[in-house]
Nanobody, 125 residues
């Protein structure tokens, strides 16, 4: 049974940093893509960052709103994916989810078929 478990959320002031972790297990075949999504109250879930862990250059993609501030990475030995978040802003406040999918990689949430339960990030001004 596939499981994804997020951790590392919390409350920080604007300009601060957090590192989210997503530990995954239970895959019979390693997913083609893993991503981070977020959902603020009253808003749709949006893609934040994604990576194809098996691509030669470990290709990554980011939402425009987080480019230059967030970095996605993965430690294969620990079966863990990370989201390093720097220079956080109040508008980054949301529940953050990790997810995985097969057949391609994008920030579109629809093709992702396994999801974690989420970890809350709150940024105060």
């Amino acid at each position: 049974q596939v499981q994804l478990v997020e951790s590392g959320g919390g409350s920080v002031q604007a300009g601060g940093s957090l590192r989210l972790s997503c530990t995954f297990s239970g895959y019979s075949h390693r997913p083609d893509c893993m991503g981070w999504f977020r959902q603020a109250p009253g808003k749709a879930r949006e893609g934040v960052a994604a990576m194809d862990p098996d691509s030669a250059g470990r290709s990554t993609m980011y939402a425009d709103s987080v480019k230059g501030r967030f970095t996605i990475s993965r430690d294969n030995a620990k079966d863990t994916m990370y989201l390093h978040m720097n220079n956080l802003r109040p508008e980054d406040t949301a529940m953050y989810f990790c997810a995985s999918r097969y057949f391609g990689c994008s920030l579109d949430r629809a093709p992702y078929n396994f999801w974690g339960q989420g970890t809350q990030v709150t940024v105060s001004s």
